[in-house]
């Protein structure tokens, strides 16, 4: 062995002497005395030394290499058999004893072997008889080792595993070595050189776990890769199966010849490009090599450590698309499971659920109303996630069958519904879509959605104390406004109040007449500007509400603001309803220039006034950039906060609360990029006098 490969493999060689060496002193200094297996384990490694300092100072093939090999093989056999003795079974199983001899006698033929190339191995033929036969036994000698190695490991008691794992780790790694090394070395009919030289450095590596078993805390030694670590071991391995793939069938094309073979190479060429870049970087792929190791690796599904790092970094950082604290709720909640997107629903004001949040779940036809408020106390009770494959499956727990929304039966992605309690109160739904390497949910997945539901939970009901606060400091600081008015209108009081004394001793006077008469017309004019401040915030008397017609109104507000920007009534039928109609003009008027700052100056707002046979419909139209869901939840009710320059931020929510204060409702359907529609609903005249008849009937009935 010359050049390269001929420095590489002394450096090798000296270096798996030298490992070995120190190993074996390792063990007889600090080794487990108690172990039966100690000294036969000296013993070996200190031959293996031995052979290593022969290979890196002679070629290979040469006897003392070869009669140093055997001595190391047989060594490493009785300690095998050894470790037999130390786990107690040399004695109650028999066939141990047999095999190991038998494999020691193999061994041992080697001698004869080694005798017969020195002496008649004189031909090419016979040399290469010679060789093939001694190959085939040392093939023999690893795979029955192997097998008993194997033996001892699954046959072992769980105590004794524990002491045998890192000694049985070393072996299996020696004679699988081993086995490849003979086996390459049979069909090539030569000894493979790069193969030849790499034995030393696995001597070496084979020398290190092997002493580590011997130390007296070496049950509590164990070898946990990380799952990231595991994963991309199995990518390689992958990639390196493809590769090794590729190489066989350009070896096996080489035997091709003329125009046939070049045309074959080259589409071979087009053919392995292609696979590689569209199948090795598939997400389908990945996801494949995680849940085989997961599932055949590690004794739990989840690394616990690492998914409570993400989950804290995924909570606690707002990332470059600035996203909410709800979409990211929703984004920890899926990354545990490998989810590709997930919606967040959280009771409404009426009680059912609403889309609060949605991670990449691309979907517009999500119902405005998405589960029922039914489902809700289900899962706040039970504390149950819904596994909708098993809800598609007719399976049933504690009633969710009949209670589960059409539209997540018919979506095919819904995978996982988790509930997000805190103290035992429902404060949302995540909804989860399926992975892309389906799979079933089992007790570990339950159990770590559960705890973390209930944790991300206490996070959005934080928020939403947090919020509240907030709201009590705008209605606090509106309050100190309102002090300043209270106090402008006590120096109007004093104001009149001095006149009237002022009064009593110049009313003769016409100078003193001149100028009363402006401080009365100034302070009559501070008082109604004040009322009428005042009177935007009240809700209308009792005593003012009056029938009117929701189409005259509306033709009212669109006469006196399309005068500004472009208003269409799409459509106006008599819609009579009882109230205050000056608090509905002032409502519509706020949405109405709502629609028109949202919109473009040439684009419509369109409205329409009808009646459904209950109650009688005011639709506000634009086609402006939309409100997210979860700015219309949170942010367009929300008073004293303006987007506007210089707004007092309490239009919307006074629109809400005038038509509340008739007894309608108003109701808002957005989306993003495509416009916003308003809805205001009032109870007709003829229905309100059906439906107070019906509560004084109610009321008079004696129980």
């Excluded at 009593?504 to 007449?513: I, L, N, T, Y």
């Excluded at 204060?661 to 007709?684: C, W």
Aim: hydrophobic share 50%; with cysteine.
């Amino acid at each position: 062995m010359t050049g390269l490969i001929g420095t590489f493999s002394y450096i090798a060689y000296t270096l798996g002497a030298i490992v070995c060496a120190l190993a074996a002193v390792w063990i007889a200094r600090r080794g487990d005395s108690s172990r039966s297996d100690r000294t036969p384990a000296i013993v070996a490694l200190a031959l293996t030394a031995n052979w290593c300092f022969a290979s890196a100072s002679f070629e290979p093939g040469r006897p003392i290499v070869e009669v140093t090999e055997i001595a190391r093989n047989l060594a490493w056999l009785f300690t095998l058999f050894r470790l037999f003795a130390n786990d107690g079974r040399d004695e109650t199983l028999r066939l141990v004893r047999p095999a190991a001899f038998s494999l020691g006698f193999v061994e041992v033929l080697q001698f004869a072997l080694l005798l017969s190339a020195r002496r008649y191995a004189v031909t090419p033929e016979l040399a290469t008889l010679v060789f093939e036969t001694g190959t085939l036994f040392r093939i023999m000698v690893a795979v029955g080792a192997l097998v008993l190695l194997h033996n001892l490991y699954v046959g072992a008691a769980v105590s004794s595993r524990r002491i045998l794992r890192w000694n049985a780790a070393a072996l299996a790694g020696l004679w699988a070595f081993d086995l490849n090394y003979f086996t390459v070395g049979y069909i090539i009919g030569e000894v493979p050189v790069e193969l030849a030289a790499l034995r030393g450095v696995a001597a070496a590596i084979v020398a290190i776990p092997f002493a580590m078993g011997f130390n007296q805390s070496s049950s509590n030694l164990e070898f946990r890769p990380s799952r990231a670590a595991t994963f991309r071991f199995l990518s390689l391995m992958v990639i390196g199966a493809y590769l090794g793939l590729m190489l066989a069938l350009a070896r096996w094309l080489d035997m091709l010849t003329g125009d046939l073979a070049r045309m074959t190479q080259v589409g071979l060429i087009i053919a392995a490009g292609a696979l590689a870049l569209i199948w090795l970087p598939s997400e389908r792929l990945r996801g494949w090599l995680r849940v085989t190791a997961i599932k055949h690796l590690f004794k739990h599904r989840y690394d616990y450590r690492n998914e409570w790092i993400r989950f804290t970094n995924t909570i606690g950082t707002t990332g470059l698309d600035n996203s909410t604290l709800q979409e990211r709720t929703v984004k920890a909640l899926a990354d545990i499971v490998d989810s590709p997107s997930g919606i967040l629903l959280v009771p409404g004001d009426e009680g059912t659920f609403e889309v609060e949040a949605n991670w990449l779940w691309h979907n517009s036809g999500i119902p405005a109303h998405a589960a029922s408020t039914a489902l809700g106390d289900v899962l706040e009770s039970n504390e149950l996630i819904i596994d909708f494959d098993q809800v598609r499956e007719g399976i049933d727990h504690h009633g969710e069958l009949a209670l589960v929304p059409d539209w997540l039966r018919e979506d095919h992605r819904a995978w996982a519904a988790v509930p997000l309690l805190h103290f035992d109160r429902l404060v949302g739904i995540v909804v989860l879509a399926k992975p892309l390497i389906g799979r079933k949910l089992d007790w570990e997945d339950f159990d770590l959605l559960s705890v973390v539901g209930r944790q991300l939970a206490s996070y959005l009901a934080e928020q939403a104390s947090q919020a509240a606060l907030l709201e009590a400091g705008r209605f606090d600081e509106f309050n100190r406004r309102m002090a300043f008015v209270m106090h402008d209108i006590k120096n109007l009081s004093s104001q009149m109040s001095l006149l009237l004394r002022n009064a009593e001793k110049h009313a003769d006077k016409p100078e003193f007449r001149k100028d009363m008469l402006v401080t009365l017309r100034n302070s009559a004019d501070k008082l109604n500007s004040l009322l009428a401040r005042l009177g935007r915030y009240g809700p209308p008397q009792s005593d003012r509400a009056v029938r009117f017609d929701l189409a005259a109104a509306v033709g009212q507000v669109s006469q006196r603001l399309g005068q500004a920007h472009p208003l269409t009534v799409l459509r106006a039928e008599p819609a009579m309803v009882e109230g205050s109609p000056e608090a509905f003009e002032q409502a519509l008027t706020h949405l109405v220039q709502n629609a028109i700052d949202a919109s473009d100056a040439d684009s419509s707002v369109m409205l329409e006034a009808y009646s459904d046979g209950i109650s009688g419909k005011v639709v506000v139209i634009d086609n402006g950039q939309g409100m997210s869901p979860h700015f219309v939840r949170n942010r367009l009710f929300e008073p004293f906060v303006s987007s506007k320059s210089g707004g007092f931020g309490i239009g919307a929510f006074e629109s809400r609360e005038l038509v509340r204060s008739m007894g309608g409702r108003l109701d808002v359907q957005s989306r993003e990029g495509l416009g916003t529609r308003f809805t205001i609903s009032l109870p007709l005249k003829s229905a309100a006098s059906i439906i107070g008849r019906d509560q004084t009937r109610h009321k008079n009935e004696v129980v």
